[in-house]
């Protein structure tokens, strides 16, 4: 229904001489939003070529790949992602998250540490930190992230 809509409104724009870069960035969200993880990397893989200064264009193919468990696709996205908006903390984070589906726990912390510098209220990137310092065996780092994430997500409540 709605998906369906969308695509082919973009596809006309697309026709219509629309900035391709926007147009592939759309579709590749409609494809992401359906869970078409395939499609959706080759839309940002398009945009991408019609603007490859496009940071968060890299960001969500990266999280494209992750989500096929491509995960040395997805690190290589959210690398470009972060070199060309170095202070985009949400792309630090998943990095973090790849680092650890690729079992690096330590680089993961370094990720969430780095995305916690610059964002230090958001509570799952604590989360994921406290998981990752429990893989690497420092249960006291772990608890005290994990408290900060709970008393962000209590005070996130109010």
């Known amino acids: 229904g709605e998906y369906l809509a969308a695509k082919e409104a973009y596809e006309k724009a697309l026709r219509a001489g629309e900035e391709a870069a926007e147009v592939h960035m759309a579709l590749g969200h409609v494809a992401a939003m359906q869970g078409e993880w395939k499609t959706a990397v080759s839309h940002y893989t398009t945009a991408l070529q019609h603007n490859p200064q496009e940071a ?3 960001r969500f193919r990266g999280i494209a790949h992750y989500e096929l468990r491509q ?3 997805a690190l290589a996205d959210f690398n ?3 070199r060309l908006s170095p202070y985009d903390d949400t792309a630090f984070w998943l990095r973090g998250r790849v680092f650890a589906a690729l079992g690096d726990h330590a680089w993961a912390i370094n990720s969430y540490t780095q995305a916690i510098e610059l964002a230090p209220n958001e509570a799952i ?3 994921d930190r406290a998981e990752a310092w429990e893989r690497v065996g420092n249960g006291r780092f772990a ?3 994990r408290q900060k994430s709970v008393n962000l997500s209590l005070k996130g409540t109010q």
């Open 71 to 73: 995960y040395h696709s």
């Open 56 to 58: 968060y264009t890299y």
């Open 125 to 127: 990137y604590y989360e």
């Open 80 to 82: 470009d992602a972060i």
């Open 143 to 145: 608890q005290e992230d």
